[in-house]
């Protein structure tokens, strides 16, 4: 169910030379100022993959992925104002739960920074 309402919201991207992301479906001509950076966390849930976040940003709900350690710093950032920072990480890539050794590159969040 998590992972569903992730898909909704945000495809996987992949980065590709000459700074263009690739979605499960097409290539597009974005770069990571397309992911939000300045945002209010409204929700931080640990998933199989990844820890899945909701933020606010200029009035737009959006989820984003993150490393596991981000789920960790719930006190800290809930409903706060922060700063998001990317990096591109290997993220499993599999059909069931157990490992099957296929990745996919993903940006995720791995540092935030509270804004007051």
Do not use: H
């Not at 606010?56 to 006190?75: D, L, W």
Request: aromatic letters at 6%; hydrophobic letters at 40%; charged letters at 25%.
């Amino acid at each position: 169910m998590l992972i569903q309402k992730f898909l909704k919201l945000s495809l996987p991207l992949v980065l590709l030379a000459g700074g263009f992301v690739s979605t499960a479906s097409s290539t597009v001509a974005q770069t990571t100022k397309a992911l939000p950076r300045i945002v209010t966390v409204k929700s931080m849930e640990q998933g199989d993959l990844m820890c899945y976040l909701t933020v606010v940003e200029a009035k737009v709900e959006r989820s984003v992925g993150a490393t596991f350690e981000i789920c960790e710093q719930k006190k800290q950032f809930l409903n706060k104002k922060v700063r998001l920072s990317y990096q591109l990480r290997n993220v499993d890539d599999c059909q069931s739960i157990g490992p099957c050794g296929k990745t996919r590159k993903e940006w995720l969040v791995v540092r935030m920074a509270r804004i007051k």
